[in-house]
């Protein structure tokens, strides 16, 4: 009997269905924004648009985030990634985290252009994206172009 057991409790090691050591459980402290601190940081470095009169706006980054007012003391962008596809059209993906202690929809569209900054084609439609008090949302849009896609540009903004 001893030995039935042993083996059948070699059997479920080996199958891989238990793991041979205890897996230390991990858990995150809960979500706390600063985002003073998130504002404060520095814009990206790197291309961006500016007007043709100088000082008649401000410059606006690309291959980053754009947020309107309402957006900004409330979402905080957690990540940015811009990938190849297969297909070679370009894919953006945005993190988006709630620091409100409320449910928010905000409304994302993306701009894609070449290298001397025209458009590649028309901007995406707004896309509503619902993000829950203190949670994280991902936002994702690829573009039709495919190689002649150098830079992007993520709008982010709320009525709310």
Same mark, same amino acid.
């Given at each position: 009997?001893? =030995?039935?057991? !042993?083996?059948? @409790?070699? *059997?479920?090691?080996?199958?891989? /269905? &238990?793991?041979?050591? $205890?897996? +230390? ?9 600063? =985002?003073?601190? !998130?504002?404060? @940081?520095? *814009?990206?470095?790197?291309?961006? /648009? &500016?007007?043709?009169? $100088?000082? +008649? ?28 596809? $297969? ?74």
């Amino acid at each position: 009997m001893k =030995i039935a057991l !042993a083996l059948c @409790a070699a *059997a479920v090691l080996l199958s891989g /269905l &238990v793991p041979e050591a $205890p897996v +230390a459980a991990r858990e995150n402290r809960p979500l706390k924004c600063r =985002i003073g601190a !998130a504002r404060r @940081a520095q *814009a990206p470095v790197g291309a961006a /648009l &500016v007007a043709n009169v $100088p000082r +008649a706006m401000t410059p606006v980054s690309l291959d980053a985030v754009q947020m309107n007012d309402r957006v900004w003391k409330k979402v905080i962008v957690e990540g940015l990634f811009a990938r190849r596809t $297969p297909t070679d059209t370009l894919e953006v993906m945005a993190r988006l985290v709630n620091c409100t202690k409320a449910p928010l929809a905000v409304s994302v569209r993306s701009s894609f252009l070449d290298a001397g900054q025209a458009p590649t084609e028309p901007t995406s439609v707004w896309r509503i994206v619902h993000i829950a008090p203190l949670s994280m949302a991902t936002y994702q849009e690829r573009s039709m172009a495919t190689t002649n896609v150098a830079h992007y540009l993520i709008e982010l903004r709320s009525d709310q």
